[in-house]
């Protein structure tokens, strides 16, 4: 073996002591350090995560409170058909349709409750009316079903005058019409 000169051996131990030093911090000491950084940022990160829900958490009663005035609210303004089952609201609906007619001087033929569909996260009760009114009575009667409470809307009208040849003078009075239509309301959609 060569004996090195003094200098050059201390220059070769030395520069493995650097790369020992070096390959140390690379492989231990480097990923400890950001391994702590991370958990360091994740439990700052989870404390705002906690704060915001802490003061959500706070604001949960005063928002549950408004709510049920919401609820109270629309539950109260007639806009829904009333009844808590399809059933309910559709035999409602069926009672607020014949009273209407013969209120306003029609006569019902029949009435038929359809079935309930859903429409978005309403339930649509219908019912098919069929009834004999003059023009008059017959304007009244749909004012008095669009106008009121519930809020309820006609659908595929079918308006036939009853006879379709009459003499001259016959048409100057009010002809008696054939109608026929679907009335349909809403259910108030379930509140959780």
């Known amino acids: ?30 990923p400890l350090v ?76 029949s009435i038929q409750i359809l079935p309930v569909t859903n429409d978005g996260d309403f339930k649509r009760v219908s019912v098919r009316v069929q009834l004999t009114a003059t023009l008059g009575a017959f304007t009244q009667i749909l004012y008095t079903l669009e106008a009121g409470k519930p809020v309820v809307f006609v659908d595929n009208l079918d308006v036939k005058n009853r006879r379709a040849r009459r003499a001259k003078k016959d048409q100057e009075q009010d002809p008696e019409l054939v109608i026929r239509f679907d009335l349909y309301g809403y259910l108030r959609p379930e509140v959780s």
């Open 34 to 109: 950001e391994a702590y950084r991370s958990a360091d940022e994740a439990i700052e990160l989870t404390g705002d995560q906690l704060a915001r829900y802490e003061n959500i958490s706070k604001s949960y009663p005063a928002l549950k409170t408004q709510l049920e005035k919401l609820n109270r609210r629309q539950a109260a303004s007639g806009v829904y058909l009333p009844g808590n089952t399809d059933a309910l609201a559709a035999a409602g609906l069926q009672e607020d349709v014949s009273a209407t007619i013969e209120k306003n001087g029609g006569k019902l033929r």
């Open 1 to 30: 073996m060569t004996n090195l000169p003094k200098w050059a051996s201390r220059t070769a131990a030395l520069s493995i002591l650097f790369v020992l030093l070096g390959a140390a911090y690379l492989f231990v000491v480097g």
